[in-house]
């Protein structure tokens, strides 16, 4: 165990008390967010201790897609390849069928998206900036997690205390007091911590300790979701492989089918009105029922049923992402929550176990001041509203199809004229809403403003969901370009801040820059780049100073004085706070009233959208693993 153990004065029954090395950070929760902060702190030599209640990690299958951004953080953490050998064979497609069930003949459309090796050839046939460096990767999230505390386990630097509990969280001077249940010999003891960072999840008592209200709210409907085994592939693949399959009913999405592992695990989620009893359906025939669509059950042979529960998808966002004494923060789940359509949850949890492992290591070795931590929240929280809003306009396109269908959904499958020009319909208009999983403005294109984000003076580059734009623009993620040699830049970036020169016979200010770092004790990689043409182009500027987490800082053509310098990499840094801001954080909201949000997500979540949350969480019907 880290740190020292004493008896507590402060309660009547004492407590044994644990304080924590300064430089150690308590985590709460060992789901695929804490996990993943513990690593990317050891990354940057920092030590963790991780209290997670569940003796195991998860059984549930939440999670199946590890998005391209996700896996960019992995590959800098040195992961990636290890994550990919977990999950699906990289020549496998991902397809994506829309059904009426497999009752019927054939599917109604087909999204047809690139597997592994395919999308690696596109990469490296596209080398303009627009590409990810990594493909993405089909995977469950039971096998992630198991993956990662394999990984946790072996690393020195963080202290696993899986069945341990936490109770109650209190800010107290400098730090935070945390009550926790060792779950083992049914004990409570207490922790103090310099800082603790809530990754427990979307009930999380972390948030509801600190009274940090929750707001948002469910879709009008709930799910019943089986995850089961079965080797009865010539029925499950009645329409050919697929990775989902969305079974549309005359109300809409009906059911969807997910291949987790392309041998013998699937899921299934059978959409259910509030007021219908799911604990009157069988597993089995939630499973017949959810592939069978309007054609009615369609039985095949269960080997085992592994899991099984209800759950509600949930738009929410924590209306602050830290306690109010700067010591304690919310990532993952604790600090948003989204409908899994468009497979942004766990993604969103790993960008921000990046953000906070980096900027807190940068306060705990002295290369920041705690300040940074601010910035969190004021680059995260936005990124998230985005997001989770976007969650719901996909599961919309879903539940708004039988729109086009004007009721005559039994004719979609029929071999008639009708039927023909009724799937043409459907087809175009999934073609035209397709963002899905391919997002790219959702997943990479999002761009920081922050107190340490240098803005250039230029205008920023248009935004869009579904793009993503290759600039340098101070805010976004630096563009992936393959270099002369055949690396890519992003692999030539150091683990701390780069600071890359396009080297043209000019001094264009890095002695001036690298010499200011120097001063502020800020650790970088000076990467000169000569006869980069193709990479400078892309890269728009001489200079470029990209942070740890591959995103732009500052960049500029030239600088000449020292001062500039200075205030450059104090910014950059957060050593200083810009004159113009606050250091207060932006706050951002909901939009929470539906006829503003346009084509958003909240013109289906119920009214819950006017309450918030703050003490309890509480969804109707909600399942086991959200609680
Ligand atoms: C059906 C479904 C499909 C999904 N598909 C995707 C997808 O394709 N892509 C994607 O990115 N996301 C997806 N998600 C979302 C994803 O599962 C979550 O966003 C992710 O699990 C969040 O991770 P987390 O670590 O923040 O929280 P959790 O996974 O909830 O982990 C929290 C951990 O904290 C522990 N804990 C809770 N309270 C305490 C306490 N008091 N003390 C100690 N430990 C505690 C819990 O036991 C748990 O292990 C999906 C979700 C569902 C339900």
Not at 113 to 127: F, M, S
Not at 312 to 336: F, Q
Not at 500 to 525: C, M, N, Y
């Amino acid at each position: 165990m880290n740190g020292h153990t004493t008896p507590s004065t402060s309660s009547a029954i004492p407590e044994e008390v644990e304080i924590l090395p300064q430089g150690t950070v308590l985590i709460a929760g060992g789901g695929p967010v804490g996990l993943t902060l513990a690593t990317v702190l050891a990354f940057y030599g920092v030590r963790s201790v991780v209290l997670e209640r569940n003796a195991t990690t998860t059984r549930w299958p939440k999670m199946d897609l590890t998005n391209v951004r996700s896996m960019e953080l992995f590959r800098k953490l040195g992961l990636a390849d290890e994550l990919r050998k977990q999950g699906v064979p990289t020549h496998l497609p991902y397809r994506v069928l829309m059904s009426t069930g497999l009752g019927a003949p054939k599917p109604v459309t087909v999204w047809e998206h690139l597997g592994v090796d395919r999308y690696r050839a596109k990469i490296a046939e596209n080398n303009d900036g627009t590409m990810p460096l990594e493909p993405w990767q089909r995977l469950s999230q039971a096998v992630f997690e198991k993956w990662l505390k394999g990984i946790c386990d072996r690393n020195p630097l963080i202290d696993l205390r899986f069945g341990c509990k936490l109770e109650e969280v209190s800010e107290v001077q400098d730090g935070v007091r945390v009550t926790v249940t060792d779950l083992h010999s049914d004990t409570r003891h207490q922790i103090l911590s310099k800082y603790l960072i809530g990754c427990d999840g979307g009930s999380s008592r972390v948030r509801r300790s600190l009274e940090i209200p929750l707001d948002g709210g469910p879709m009008p409907v709930y799910v019943l979701l089986v995850h089961f085994k079965s080797r009865d592939l010539t029925r499950l693949h009645k329409h050919g492989r697929f990775w989902h399959i969305f079974v549309l009913g005359p109300e809409g999405l009906a059911s969807t089918c997910i291949a987790q592992n392309e041998k013998d695990v699937f899921t299934t989620h059978l959409l259910l009105p509030i007021g219908e009893d799911s604990d009157k359906i069988t597993s089995e025939d939630a499973v017949y029922r959810a592939l069978g669509g309007i054609h009615g059950p369609y039985p095949i042979k269960i080997d085992e049923v592994l899991v099984r529960s209800t759950y509600r998808p949930n738009i929410a966002i924590a209306r602050r992402y830290s306690g109010a004494s700067g010591h304690v923060y919310l990532a993952g789940d604790a600090a948003h929550q989204n409908i899994p359509t468009g497979g942004y949850g766990m993604n969103m949890g790993i960008a921000d176990a990046f953000e906070l492992g980096w900027k807190l290591a940068a306060t705990v070795n002295g290369y920041s001041e705690p300040s940074i931590l601010q910035t969190y929240e004021q680059e995260r929280r936005p990124t998230a509203l985005v997001s989770i809003e976007r969650s719901g306009v996909h599961m919309r396109v879903h539940m708004e199809a039988n729109k086009l269908l004007g009721g005559r959904i039994g004719e979609l499958d029929a071999n008639t004229e009708a039927g023909d020009k009724l799937r043409r319909s459907l087809h175009d208009y999934y073609e035209a809403n397709d963002g899905e999983n391919t997002d790219h403005g959702i997943e990479m294109g999002y761009r920081y403003k922050s107190n340490i984000i240098v803005p250039d003076g230029t205008k920023e580059p248009l935004w869009q969901p579904g793009d993503y734009v290759a600039t340098t623009f101070p805010g976004s993620r630096a563009p992936h370009v393959f270099l002369r040699d055949g690396r890519s830049i992003i692999d030539s970036f150091g683990p701390y801040y780069t600071l890359i020169e396009f080297q043209d016979g000019s001094e264009r200010g890095s002695t001036l820059l690298l010499d200011a770092a120097w001063k502020h004790r800020v650790p970088v990689k000076y990467l000169p780049l000569a006869e980069e043409t193709h990479a400078h182009a892309i890269y728009e500027c001489h200079l470029v100073l990209v942070r740890p987490d591959g995103h732009v800082a500052w960049r500029a053509d030239t600088v000449n004085e020292q001062t500039e310098a200075m205030r450059v990499l104090g910014l950059i840094s957060g050593r200083t706070v810009p004159e113009s801001e606050s250091q207060e954080s932006k706050e951002v909201h909901l939009t929470m009233d539906p006829s503003k949000v346009g084509d958003g997500a909240f013109a289906f979540t119920s009214t819950l959208t006017t309450e918030s949350q703050t003490a309890k969480f509480e969804l109707d019907k909600m399942g086991e693993f959200q609680t």
